[in-house]
């Protein structure tokens, strides 16, 4: 019995969307060798998708990174630590020296919240800028901007289960059975207990296969949709006038807005069926509880935010929030976006969302840390590529994220990194951005470290260290104390002395009221928490809004908009509209296209198209084809198919050898939030 080998079950949360799903790491001899869904778990219940189940068959490949990589002469070559850590802390001091605005960095929003957290002080408060940001700006960036504009918090108003409760969910632009299959799992559950579930979306997706009403519209014209569903409303009398008057502001200018939005022009805009929208219209504004659910189908686009206000519009003028069964409901792409934004890795908010601009929230953090830091706020991640581009930004440091395959435009991302007098790439792969990097860190990854996830629904949870990194790979968090000492006084390398990941949590929760009752304790059980979490003893709850808003007179307000549709139309050289997702066993591609499993599922890229746009094409299904736009072009197979709508073109963005970002477009971007339109550009497709 003594030679059979020990197996131990360690519990963590899913690295991979936003549902946060609870596994546990299946351990022998101190390798994880597996993973199981944890029975207890209160959202996944025992149960896991593709990627949860076989995701972890990345951790302990051969290509890990295991020791520090200097770029020369075009060739990277292995280094000691001390080079590597003594090479960027000099770049890093040149250039702050000069102007601390010509750094940049990008935090990882899968990484957990103590690194997330460190990453954005490392920025502030050891190089003095505010030029620091992560991906969300490129998913839910306009969820922050348009939802705290409405309600004063950019959170997700429900829990994942209030969904259970609701009569109508009217989903638009997320395809949950995909991209967040056990969410789409409790959307299969409220089914049974009777809700309707209404679609709207451009493709037919597995998640309008489950719906009781489908209904197909152009993309990027999400905001006349929902206009002409509340001018419909208001003409009908559908309205809830006790919760307009009671709990908004500024109903009368949505109504003037929304009375250019007859049902008639706003079909012609969208290309929907009236008779669908009329019935979509009534079935949400008569339930007694109805929820929306979005994703990045509202928020990738040039007027994002605009779309997201009208979701709130659409909730607040039927009185749909404040209640289980109902709410605001965007689904959040990666395991720890909500958790990045949450940890001030934004360039206008420090952690928990207190303001860069504001003098005294300022005033607090400098006295926090014995800094000079300024009100203005920073560079988003758009911006900081661009300022890389024109040569205004000279040295970018990225944690853990992908841009050459995950933003708009590989052909400029690319020229915009290579002009940078440094590029600083911390990673478990040499992935597309890491091989055009000059310096790069090796890090510990998901299994390797203690820390928390936020999922979607500002569930913070804890997960456990499994195994050790492998080689030389370096927590975070450490590699960031070891610049700040290796960068001298000024850099403040006392601020990044920690002794574990929950010192470092101890003091998120004195920085950031609304994770301030959040013990370390209370987090360790399958339940955890949720923000806000103000003290001790508050039960932190999901539900949000239920007595007063988070604007400061505790009221929402109504934010009409005007469609603007997508910044580059169709045209007739370019006459395809092309939008982008995800596939059910791939997100993004560093880790998921390093699992064998879900890998060997889809091995490669398509372009969806509709089978009457291919016949006049004369395209066959599978036959290898042309795809260009503005930007570049790439080969890719034809996947002819009746669930998408005529005109528009689908890639899902995984797959480096045929990018869907080669022709998207980084010029066009949402002026409320930087969001780049990464659901709508013009192509046209031609056989090879
Ligand atoms: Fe992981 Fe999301 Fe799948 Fe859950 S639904 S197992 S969190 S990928």
């Known amino acids: 019995a ?146 705290a504009t409405c309600f004063g918090s950019g959170a997700m108003t429900n829990g994942f289960d209030s969904i259970m409760q609701a009569d109508v969910i009217f989903v638009i632009g997320a395809n949950s059975m995909e991209a967040h299959p056990l969410f ?65 502001e500024n109903f009368e200018e949505l109504k003037e807005i929304v009375s250019k939005y007859d049902m008639d022009k706003v079909c012609e805009i969208t290309e929907a069926d009236k008779d669908s929208l009329i019935e979509i219209t009534e079935a949400y504004a008569k339930a007694d509880k109805a929820a929306i659910v979005y994703s990045l189908g509202i928020t990738e686009h040039s007027h994002g935010a605009d779309n997201v206000m009208c979701t709130a519009d659409l909730a607040m003028l039927t009185g749909n929030l404040g209640k289980e069964g109902a709410g605001v409901n965007p689904l959040r792409g990666q395991n720890n976006v909500q958790g990045a934004c949450d940890m001030g890795a934004l360039p206008t908010d420090y952690v928990g969302y207190r303001k860069v601009a504001d003098q005294e929230t300022t005033d607090w953090f400098n006295n926090y840390y014995g800094t000079n830091l300024s009100t203005k706020p920073g560079l988003t991640l758009v911006e900081m590529m661009n300022a890389a581009h024109s040569g205004d930004l000279k040295v970018l440091y990225i944690h853990g994220e992908d841009p050459v395959l995950s933003d708009a435009d590989i052909t400029h991302t690319k020229e915009a990194l290579a002009n940078l007098d440094m590029l600083v790439v911390q990673e478990l792969f040499m992935t597309d951005t890491a091989a055009e990097a000059d310096v790069v860190f090796p890090a510990a990854g998901w299994g390797e470290q203690e820390g928390t996830f936020t999922s979607g629904e500002r569930r913070v949870q804890c997960l456990h ?52 009752g959040m013990d370390r304790k209370r987090l360790d059980s399958p ?133 869907a970002n080669m022709l998207t477009n980084s010029n066009s971007f949402d002026p409320k939030c930087k969001m780049v339109e990464l659901k709508a550009c013009a192509i046209k497709v031609e056989k090879m």
């Open 2 to 147: 003594k030679n059979v080998p020990k197996i131990e079950y360690v519990p963590t949360i899913c690295p991979y969307c936003g549902t946060g799903c609870g596994l546990n790491f299946v351990v022998k001899d101190g390798k994880i060798i597996g993973v199981e869904p944890w029975k207890r778990h209160p959202v996944n219940e025992g149960k896991v998708c593709p990627k949860g189940n076989f995701g972890y068959e990345f951790i302990n490949r051969e290509d890990r990174l295991t020791t520090p990589l200097i770029k020369e002469n075009g060739e990277f070559r292995e280094a000691s630590w001390d080079e590597a850590l003594n090479l960027v802390a000099n770049k890093l001091n040149e250039v702050k020296a000069e102007d601390p605005n010509k750094l940049g960095f990008y935090a990882c929003a899968r990484s957990p919240n103590e690194n997330i957290y460190v990453t954005q002080k490392f920025a502030r408060v050891a190089c003095g800028t505010h030029n620091v940001d992560h991906c969300a700006r490129i998913c839910h960036g306009p969820t922050v901007a348009g939802l």
């Open 184 to 248: 789409g799992r409790k959307l299969i559950k409220a089914k049974q207990n009777g809700a309707k579930i209404i679609v709207a979306d451009p493709r037919y997706t597995p998640t309008a296969k489950i719906a009781d009403k489908y209904l197909e519209f152009k993309t990027g014209t999400d905001v006349a949709l929902m206009n002409g569903m509340m001018k419909y409303i208001i003409d009908n009398d559908l309205q809830n006038t006790e919760f307009i008057k009671d709990r908004t």
């Open 465 to 516: 260290k499994a195994q050790d990194p492998p080689g030389d790979a370096m927590l975070d968090w450490k590699i960031m104390e070891q610049l700040a000492i290796r960068m001298g006084e000024d850099a403040h390398p006392e601020q990044f002395h920690y002794e574990t990941s929950e010192d470092i949590f101890n003091e998120i929760r004195e920085c950031a009221p609304i994770m301030a």
């Open 527 to 659: 339940e955890a928490l949720h923000w806000p979490c103000l003290s001790e003893d508050d039960p932190c709850q999901p539900l949000m809004y239920t007595e007063k808003f988070s604007r400061p007179n505790g009221k929402a307000i109504f934010m009409p908009q005007e469609h603007r549709g997508p910044v580059e139309v169709t045209d007739n050289e370019y006459p395809l509209l092309l939008t982008t997702t995800r596939v059910l066993f791939h997100y993004h591609a560093a880790m998921t296209r390093r699992c064998k499993t879900l890998d060997n599922e889809v091995k490669t890229g398509y372009i969806e198209m509709n089978s009457e746009d291919a016949k006049e094409l004369g395209i066959l299904d599978k036959e290898i084809v042309k795809a260009s736009s503005r930007r570049g072009s790439i080969e890719i197979a034809a996947r002819v198919t009746d669930n998408i709508k005529r005109g528009i073109v689908n890639i899902p963005m995984h797959f480096t050898e045929c990018a």
